[in-house]
């Protein structure tokens, strides 16, 4: 709730920002990469058996670490709309479709052997940051919020996830999550560049692991870098 206060009290500030700056509009499109990771955070997880007792696995070592986040960066893609109020200190509100993809390898256990496998995460969503900046020349610097709702996911963490819980799955990804952007741009004519850095204030993802009432909490959350080409309409 603080975090959606935090949006909402921001949101509302941008009325009056946007009058003040009214005779400055631009409005365009933009698009370009994102170059995600998903974090998992610090947590440690025993698999159980029936009973309850540490599920032992290669050379009778407990079987832990189930699930390990991944450093490596995945590719994904984002397009959509910017308007822009305001010339030297500006409001920046922003529609995206956006494409994000992380990893994170899971240990199984087959016939007594651990067994490491890989798992791709994929989502897509609509992003809507909410930005101000502030311009020097051709020079700008940008921060605020960012929400984003969910439109899809591919699966892939309900089924990598399915061994090691008892609920449901079905609202494994939040249907919205607060985050934040800061970054840089240059504008050259009509055509603009972003950099920003992209990080959670909330979970994308929440899910109880365990067996027998023995649980533990999954998270992700998302760390991304955006890079995007704009073209001002006017």
């Known amino acids: 709730m603080k975090k959606l206060a935090m949006v909402l009290a921001f949101a509302a500030l941008c009325p009056a920002l946007a009058q ?3 005779r400055s509009f631009s409005f365009g499109v933009k698009g370009g990469v994102n170059l995600s990771q998903f974090k998992t955070g610090d947590f440690v997880t025993t698999r159980l058996n029936a009973n309850g007792s540490p599920q032992v696995g290669f050379d009778g070592q407990v079987l832990r670490d189930n699930i390990r986040e991944s450093f490596d960066s995945k590719t994904g893609w984002a397009y959509g709309i910017y308007t822009r109020f305001g010339k030297n200190l500006y409001l920046q509100p922003e529609l995206l ?6 990893s994170f390898e899971i240990v199984r256990d087959i016939n007594g052997q651990p067994s490491t496998e890989v798992v791709n995460v994929r989502t897509t969503s ?3 940051p909410l930005l101000v900046g502030l311009k020097g020349g051709p020079l700008r610097v940008v921060a605020g919020p960012i929400v984003s709702f969910r439109i899809s996911d591919d699966q892939r963490l309900r089924d990598a996830l399915r061994d090691y819980t ?3 799955l079905n609202e494994a990804f939040s249907r919205a999550s607060y985050g934040y952007q800061i970054g840089a741009g240059l504008d050259i004519f009509r055509f603009g560049i972003d950099v920003r850095r992209e990080g959670s204030l909330s979970d994308i993802a929440a899910v109880d692991l365990g067996a027998d009432g023995n649980s533990n909490q999954f998270n992700q959350r998302i ?3 955006q890079v995007t080409l704009a073209y ?3």
């Not at 479709?97 to 992380?102: A, D, L």
């Open 126 to 128: 609509f992003d809507v």
């Open 232 to 234: 001002r309409f006017f």
């Open 166 to 168: 008892t609920g449901t």
């Open 97 to 102: 479709v956006s494409n994000k993809r992380g």
């Open 223 to 225: 760390k991304s870098w």
């Open 20 to 22: 003040a700056q009214l």
